[in-house]
DNA sequence: TAAAATCAAACAAACGTTTAATTAAGTTTT
DNA sequence: AAAACTTAATTAAACGTTTGTTTGATTTTA
């Protein structure tokens, strides 16, 4: 049998657990409570609330090198674009997930040693190089400067995305919008996102330092 | 009495664990042993955990605040000079006191209410007032572009270092830097990082979108 | 000798996991 | 088609640890 309905009712719930109140500060009681089950299936269907986070990381393993890789095989697409739709890709992901991004931002901050603080690093990796790739074509055809620190370019998109979205009530004091719903107040802050990331990129990408 | 010795090495050993492992990842007993006092040592100090962790954002409170402030103050200064101030300060700051800020980025994420998230929302409001008034004092001499969204600036400042500083390892790999000693390779680190931001500055306050 | 500091021990509560029994679903045998 | 059997799903209860905190006695300090 595959993928029983209590099954994956777990898995939502635990990574919005997860995601709101950290794998220490969710308790199996937790989730089994939210989604309505007996304790002993999360074990059963699980193995163990460590397996479940893996299991968490497993579904989400493969969106953004799809992505990145369909851009690279593209021939006809200017590099501009195509780092801009880069960050389009990321911040899709990011803004349409953001309960499992922010999973992703606390295991990241904590170095132990897991199962899932390995794929997540093995994903980093890939995905990097495939940036460069996409970077160094643009270098080649003479429209980007050369000398592009892309891990610190990377930083700066992944770390300004973690930032607002974990502080978006902040954004929403600052900004006056506390009337605005959820919804619609998420779409403009993406959108605000998306532009100020390219104008960043556009200018560390082509601008020559003065 | 004040400050007595055990007390102040809770305290220190508290920051470096709530760091490491998070708040709900650490124990008290993790804590004492690491201090080398009794468990009831620390409600004796301090009356719970939680109040443990409200001290350790006590000690951090004002630094930034008068750094800003100074800076405000001194009317001889060029804009673009404050703002490159600016960014040394805050990172000066993180790259100084790690620790600390790997606890207020877990905090930052749990949107649970407690009197230290309080602490670090009132911060973060009472800084971005002082950085608007440094960046409008640069609109109002000509020196920077209007339109200024500053806090999704300050947001890429801020992300930008907390990605660098979650990721160190991974930059450290992704720069073949393995062998380097830590201390060296942080002040490497921290001058790439220094020098990325305030390229980005200067690009975000006076280039004009082309 | 009075107050502060320190300690081992105990507390109840919450934790992740396992057990053993029961029900539901599916398959095989009559 | 009914009965017998087998496996999967589900449950309440219990398991042994670990949790944060408190107690009450003892030592240190002033």
Redesign the interface.
Known sequence: MESTDKKTQILEVAQKLFA???F??TSVRDIAKEADVNIAMISYYFGSKEKLLEAVFEKHSNYIRLQLESLIADDKMEPMQKVYQLIDSYLQKYFGQMSFH?IV??E?????LSCATDML?EM??RN?ELVKQIIKEGQKKGVFKKNI?I??MM??M???????M??L???KE??NLADMPEEEFQKLIKK??TL?LK??FK??LT?E?Q
């Open positions: 709101k109140n950290g220490d500060g922010k931002l606390r990241q901050m904590a170095n132990k690093l980093k990796r990097q620190d891990p610190m930083a700066t992944l770390g300004t995305a973690n930032q607002v974990t502080t009530p902040f954004y600052v900004n605000k996102l100020h104008s960043i200018a560390i601008y330092e």
